[in-house]
C-alpha cells in the first residue's frame, strides 16, 4: 500500500524491527502526552525494557509500519498486541520489580499507573463487553516529519481490519494524544469507556500533574463488531 508515491505500508517485518524500536525510543518519551505531563527522566535501562516489550509485540505478527520508499527508513509504526483474561502484560511483569537499584522502574511504574487509573472505569473489560479476548492497539508513533500525511490513520486503519481478519470482535486502545482520539473516537466509531483528567492521576497518595491543564485527558476507548 504506497501514500503518495513516498511511503508504503507493511506488516512488521523483521528487517523492519531494529527501526520500528528506534523510532519509539527515539520520540515516545519526548512526545507521548503521558511521558511530557510526568516529565519522565531517561535512563539507559529503558532501551532494554522498550526492545524486550517491542521485540516480544513484533513476533506476534500484529504490528504494521509506515517505510519509506526511498530510504526505506522506518517511519511509522503501530505496535499491537492481544490482551487475554489469564494474561499479564510481559512490560508490567519486568516493570512491576521496583528496587533501589532501579530507579527507571519507578518512573515506569509511574507511567502504567496513568494508564490503570484511565481503565479503572471498566476494570474486567472482557465480562463487560462479553469476549474472551481483544486486540489491543499499543503504542504509535510517527517520525514528526512525516506527519500530516494520514500515516497515524492508516496505521490504525490496517490494524482494526487485521484484529477483525483474526477473529476478534474487540478493539480497546489507552488514547494519551489528541490525534489518537481523534482518529478513534471521531474517525473509526470507538466508543469511550472513560476520560480522566491529568491533572487528577494520583501516585501513592500524591497528584504530580496539577501543573497540567484542566482540559487534557487521555480516554479509554473501545470498539465491538
Given at each position: 500500500?504506497?501514500?503518495?508515491?513516498?511511503?508504503?505500508?507493511?506488516?512488521?517485518?523483521?528487517?523492519?524491527?531494529?527501526?520500528?524500536?528506534?523510532l519509539v525510543l527515539q520520540n515516545f518519551l519526548k512526545n507521548e502526552p503521558a511521558c511530557k505531563h510526568l516529565r519522565m527522566k531517561y535512563f539507559p535501562e529503558h532501551d532494554i525494557h522498550a526492545e524486550m516489550y517491542f521485540n516480544e509485540m513484533a513476533d506476534q505478527g500484529l504490528s504494521f509500519v509506515a517505510v519509506d520508499r526511498?530510504?526505506?527508513?522506518?517511519?511509522g509504526v503501530l505496535f499491537n498486541t492481544e490482551y487475554?483474561?489469564?494474561r499479564t502484560n510481559p512490560l508490567s511483569e519486568v516493570l512491576e520489580k521496583e528496587?533501589?537499584?532501579?530507579?527507571?522502574?519507578?518512573?515506569?511504574?509511574?507511567?502504567?499507573?496513568?494508564?490503570?487509573?484511565?481503565?479503572?472505569?471498566?476494570?474486567?473489560?472482557?465480562?463487560?463487553?462479553?469476549?474472551?479476548?481483544c486486540f489491543y492497539f499499543g503504542f504509535l508513533c510517527v517520525n514528526p516529519e512525516y506527519s500530516n500525511m494520514g500515516?497515524?490513520?492508516?496505521?490504525?486503519?490496517?490494524?482494526e481490519e487485521h484484529a477483525k481478519s483474526l477473529g476478534h470482535r474487540l478493539c480497546i486502545?489507552?488514547?494519551?494524544?489528541?490525534?489518537?482520539?481523534h482518529i478513534c473516537v471521531n474517525k473509526l466509531g470507538f466508543n469511550v469507556l472513560g476520560?480522566?483528567?491529568?491533572?487528577?492521576?494520583?501516585?501513592?497518595?500524591?497528584?504530580?500533574?496539577?501543573?497540567?491543564n484542566e482540559n487534557e485527558t487521555m480516554q479509554y476507548v473501545a470498539k465491538k463488531y
Open positions: 500500500m504506497v501514500l503518495k508515491n513516498k511511503v508504503y505500508f507493511s506488516a512488521l517485518k523483521p528487517e523492519h524491527r531494529e527501526g520500528a524500536v528506534k526511498e530510504t526505506n527508513q522506518v517511519v487475554y483474561p489469564d528496587t533501589d537499584e532501579c530507579k527507571e522502574s519507578c518512573e515506569f511504574k509511574r507511567f502504567l499507573s496513568v494508564y490503570e487509573q484511565n481503565r479503572s472505569v471498566v476494570p474486567d473489560i472482557f465480562r463487560h463487553y462479553g469476549v474472551d479476548r500515516i497515524a490513520t492508516t496505521l490504525v486503519k490496517l490494524s486502545v489507552d488514547a494519551t494524544a489528541g490525534q489518537t482520539k476520560e480522566m483528567k491529568y491533572k487528577d492521576f494520583e501516585f501513592y497518595g500524591d497528584k504530580p500533574l496539577t501543573h497540567v
